[in-house]
């Protein structure tokens, strides 16, 4: 027989605010970059800067999260010239299913991997074990 959890009204608001809290913190804690902006930091002539963009999410190199209805892109995806950092493709393949969302809330959150720092805080300077820390995230906990 299973048993029937509620949640009472006062651990509820405890929850949606934590939950607001999390998403405070992905949104606050990176530069966010429009489509438009990110095509011209790659190629500040281009035409059309939405084409390079779209084709980066067809490629999986990249990820955008919807806020406000727009999509925006975190900055730390890219190196300092505006291409896309290439071990993001591999993370992306590594949390392949998961919602872009909660891709940018690992990238906020530390890691013991990463000893205590942030996915995005490190991705253009060691992206090899930012890349080893969303494999071990994936496997989860080990028991043996």
């Excluded at 896309?84 to 393949?93: F, G, H, N, S």
Aim: overall charge negative; hydrophobic content about 45%.
């Amino acid at each position: 027989m299973k048993a029937h959890l509620s949640i009472d009204q006062t651990t509820q608001r405890k929850v949606d605010a934590l939950s607001a809290e999390a998403v405070s913190a992905v949104i606050n804690g990176t530069e966010w970059l429009t489509a438009f902006a990110v095509g011209r930091r790659h190629e500040p002539e281009v035409t059309d800067p939405l084409a390079v963009v779209n084709q980066w999410e067809r490629e999986a190199r990249i990820f955008g999260v919807e806020l406000a209805g727009h999509t925006l892109y975190p900055a730390y995806l890219f190196d300092e010239t505006g291409n896309p950092i290439p071990e993001c493709a591999e993370i992306l393949v590594i949390f392949a299913g998961y919602r872009p969302f909660r891709i940018a809330s690992w990238f906020e959150s530390t890691c013991s991997v990463l000893h205590g720092k942030r996915p995005r805080e490190v991705l253009a300077s060691n992206s090899p074990t930012v890349v080893a820390a969303a494999k071990d995230h994936v496997v989860g906990a080990v028991h043996g």
